[in-house]
């Protein structure tokens, strides 16, 4: 008898998981994203929001947090910038948001070691398109990347 109720509640906990990921794939599909009417804080809440995911030690939880990044990163994308600016960091976001689906990917397949590893691109894709956002002096006397 002790073994059908070890059974049943393995067989509750795994429905918990399950509900727990598909949750974050119905608030994700559900949830309405505007545009951000901030760009400054939400860049912000997308800097705290990439160290929870990086801090994260389940699967669960690492999801959670990426999701929420995509959403913040979407509303970012529905923002007009000045049309010099548009184009890049339009493209930006988009790369940022390609990464984070391979992210949001593994964490679906239960591999958070390598989510973290291409996680860490994001932060990369960051400093790339916030040098082109911003360039230096020198940058825009010589043109260099």
Known sequence: MSL??????????ICGVLQLGCQA???ESEEKITASSDVEATM???SLTYRQAMLASE?????GT???LQQL?????????DAKRQSILQQGLAEVQLQLDLVHASLINGD???????????????KHYHKKRS???????FGND
């Open 59 to 63: 699967t669960n939880m690492m999801l």
């Open 73 to 81: 990163v979407a509303s970012v994308q529905l923002v007009e910038f």
């Open 66 to 68: 990426v999701t929420k």
């Open 4 to 13: 059908l109720k070890n059974l049943s509640l393995s067989f509750v906990i």
């Open 25 to 27: 794939y119905a608030q």
């Open 112 to 126: 958070i070691s390598t989510a973290k590893q291409q996680l860490q691109k994001v932060d990369a894709l960051k």
């Open 44 to 46: 912000k809440s997308m």
């Open 135 to 141: 360039p230096s002096l020198w940058q825009l006397l």
